[in-house]
């Protein structure tokens, strides 16, 4: 419990949180464990949970447009960060699979949860919230930088 709550002191989505309002959220974990190659989470399927990697680590994942093609890895996901989040704020359908790269431990916290414990106590839900919107951006512009320099490649030849 000590480390679990050390290690979401530091993490970008929780950080900023009083060791009491982390404890409030830690109540809400359930920790699990996958083997590696194991899915944690399926692209297209309904997203219940976001995950706190304790230890471990995750391949994020996309299905190329074309048929028979293998997915294409777009991040790897290490200790401390969290993935799946964006169901939380959109509660669409998952837009990459997560895939165990060797044996990985997990914090789960359902949405239902979370979003209950952020609408009874405004401050947990204003930091998480801020936090992810940070997370978020800083994906968006690594992306953008990315889909900018790939199109550089295709236009400059």
């Known amino acids: 419990m000590i480390r679990n709550l050390e290690l979401l002191k530091r993490s970008d989505i929780f950080g900023g949180l009083s060791d009491e309002q982390l404890a409030r959220v830690l109540d809400l974990a359930r920790p699990q464990v996958f083997s ?14 976001c995950y706190f990697m304790v230890a471990g680590r995750v391949d994020i994942e996309i299905r190329p447009p074309f048929a028979g093609r293998a997915p294409q890895r777009i991040a790897t996901i290490k200790g401390g960060e969290m993935f799946g989040e964006l169901s939380l704020v959109d509660g669409f359908l998952r837009s990459a699979t997560a895939r165990a790269v060797e044996p990985t431990e997990v914090l789960s916290f359902p949405n239902t949860d979370l979003e209950r414990l952020m609408e009874e106590d405004p401050r947990i839900g204003y930091r998480i919230m ?20 790939a199109l550089s490649d295709v236009f400059y030849y």
């Open 130 to 149: 801020r936090n992810v919107a940070n997370v978020l951006a800083a994906r968006m512009r690594t992306t953008n930088m990315k889909l900018r320099n």
């Open 36 to 49: 590696e190659g194991q899915l944690v989470i399926e692209e297209d399927q309904r997203g219940t949970d």
